[in-house]
Every structure is written in C-alpha cells, then in structure tokens.
C-alpha cells in the first residue's frame, strides 16, 4: 500500500477524473427550532421554528461529497415535477453539476426527509418523510439507460441504491455491462436484500446489516463476517467487498485468481456526534480513491478516514480534501502500508472460509 503523503500528491491532481453517479436522489430538510412548552393538545413538544437548512441526500449527498473532494460528476436519476425536485436540481447546480440527466417525472413525487431539530440538545426530535418508492416506468427506465449508455469520458460508475425506484435490475445490469465494456469499475451501495440484484457489479459496498441479508448469514461470533464474505462473493461474482462496520472500521475482501485478502481498517473516528450520511461519504471517498488510480486498499484507507471525519460533523456536512490532508499530516500519523496475501490459488472453498484472517492496521 502506497505512503499516505504520496496519495495526497495523487488525490490533489482529481480534478482530471469523473465519477457518474446513478441512483436516488433526495432532498434533507432540517428545521431548526427551540422546545419551550409541552402541546395542550396532546403530550408532544411544541417546536418554535428559528431556521430551515436544506441539503442533498441519497445519491444527492454521495454527489456532494464527490464535488467537496475536487472530483468531476455526472449524476443520474429522477426527480418529481414538485418544489422539492426543484430544490434538488439548484442544489446541484448550486455545486457545480449539470441536471441534464435528471428525469423529471410527473408521476412521482421527490423524496423529502424534514427532521425537526432541537437547537437546545442539538439532537433530532421527529422525522417527516414525503417519496415515492415505486420502481421507474418501462419508458423512463429506457431513456435513463441510453443517457448512462452515452455517458463518456468516467473513471468510476457509482450506483447509490435507497430503493426509491431508479436502480432497478434492468438499470443495473445495464450500469454494469457498460462498466465492463469501458474497462471501469463501478461501485455499488446496496441496500436491496436480493443479491442477484447486484450480480455482476465491481466493489460492493455494504454494512453489516445488509452484508448479513444479502449472503443469508446470521450477525454473531467470530467467523460470520468470513463466511458471510466468502458466500457473497461466489454468489454474485463480485471483485470485492468492503464492508462498513461502524464503530470497528472497515474491512475489505478481495479474491483474485483463487488468491483471497481480507484487510480490516481500524475506526478513525475521534468523536461521533452524528452518522447521518457517514455512508454516502464513506463511498464517494472510496470512488475518488480509484478514480485517482488508488489499489482498493487505499481507497479502502481513504474512504475510512473521511468517515470518521464525517462522524464528528453534524448533518450531512460533506467532508473536503483539506479536512482529510490535515488528518494526514498530523504527527503521529499512521498509515497502513502494505496488503497480506493470505491463501494459495490452489485454496478450496472450505479452506478459503477457514483461513480469511486479520490484518491489523494499526
């Protein structure tokens, strides 16, 4: 694995690479606001609004975070013919992305997530959501599939599924031939419990939940993420799996010509004051990691050190280039620097689930 200091020297070259983004977009509204009194009307708070902030969410936020780390964007996806798609294309705009592959679609309505936020304990108190979840019509599903179609000059296809409707398994398969027939990697944030779904895709990125639903393994004990790796990587024919795992980091399983690697990253989370989008930022950091011409292992690093700068942010509040090469240069410091080739090409599947082992990389 290469010196983080060199990657840095790399990542500030990016605005020469593009990444595409399909998927579904949303709009995060807060609305901030002080809890003085308890309603008379029924025994909930009474939330006295001082200020409204809105942010991109979903694929919207992956987008942003893309944009806040130098890189080029293509976004794909639909919005509603309503105020909040409309909100969502000028917040696009607003970072620098051209709309013209958002479909605006009569006949949904876009998705809007209004947390009421109390301003005293910074904390949300309530969740309001408007969306619609069912899947792209047969007409808007083809137009969205020529425009991915003619898409050119990407480094990296990024599919964000929320199951809001856009990536369908037509629009998928269609994502991943044209990665394959580009020579690109695409990656993919699952949140589909059917694997064959994503068949075919290049890195899949789940956490833990979805990695246990996806491979049909159960959470607990010691060798179930080993396992659960190994079935879901033979199941879908993927290149690799990088698994979120909140508070112990990442891990990141690979298998090539029978060669298997597993590299866990340790957390690099100071503090935590909010999670939300830690995922989305978590993607975006790994997707300007190979766009850049990183190994998966240092994108994997990468995308680790962005989400635990992300968690002591609060919102969705996009995590920038120089936040992460301050982390960098801090003294003390230290990278992991270097993969471990774990079994043999001539390894059996019942060997490959018994010998995935820890690397630690501390």
């Excluded at 993969?339 to 390894?347: E, K």
């Amino acid at each position: 694995m290469t010196n983080m200091r060199d990657v840095l020297s790399r990542l500030n070259a990016l605005e020469r690479c593009r990444v595409a983004v399909i998927g579904d977009l949303m709009l995060d509204e807060y609305v901030w606001g002080n809890i003085e009194r308890i309603s008379p009307e029924a025994p909930v708070p009474i939330l006295n609004m001082v200020r409204r902030e809105f942010t991109l969410g979903g694929a919207g936020n992956v987008v942003e975070n893309l944009r806040r780390l130098g890189v080029e964007v293509a976004v794909f996806g639909l919005v509603g013919q309503d105020e909040t798609g409309e909100h969502v294309r000028a917040l696009l705009k607003s970072h620098g992305v051209d709309v013209g592959g958002v479909i605006l679609d009569s006949r949904r309505k876009s998705t809007r997530k209004t947390r009421l936020m109390s301003m005293e304990h910074g904390q949300q108190v309530f969740r309001l959501d408007e969306e619609s979840t069912f899947e792209v019509a047969d007409e808007t599903e083809r137009r969205l599939i020529n425009m991915i179609r003619g898409v050119e000059d990407v480094n990296v296809l990024l599919c964000s599924d929320y199951l809001k409707g856009v990536l369908t398994e037509r629009v998928l398969e269609e994502v991943f031939a044209a990665a394959h027939e580009r020579g690109v990697c695409c990656i993919v944030a699952p949140k589909d419990s059917n694997p064959q779904k994503y068949c075919g895709a290049g890195v899949l990125m789940p956490n833990m939940r979805e990695l246990a639903q996806l491979s049909g393994a159960r959470i607990g004990g010691d060798g179930w993420l080993n396992s659960a790796a190994r079935t879901l990587i033979e199941r879908i024919n993927v290149e690799a799996l990088l698994v979120t795992r909140g508070s112990e980091g990442m891990s990141l399983f690979e298998i090539a010509s029978g060669v298997a690697r597993r590299l866990d990253i340790p957390t690099m989370a100071h503090s935590v004051y909010d999670v939300t989008g830690a995922g989305d930022t978590a993607i975006a950091a790994f997707a300007v990691g190979i766009a850049g011409g990183l190994d998966r292992g240092t994108a994997a690093y990468l995308a680790n050190l962005a989400a635990g700068i992300k968690v002591g942010k609060r919102g969705t509040a996009a995590v920038t280039l120089e936040e992460i090469q301050s982390q960098v240069l801090k003294p003390g410091f230290q990278p992991i620097t270097k993969h471990q080739v774990l079994i043999s090409p001539q390894a059996s599947s019942q060997d490959l689930e018994r010998t995935f082992v820890h690397v630690d990389g501390r």
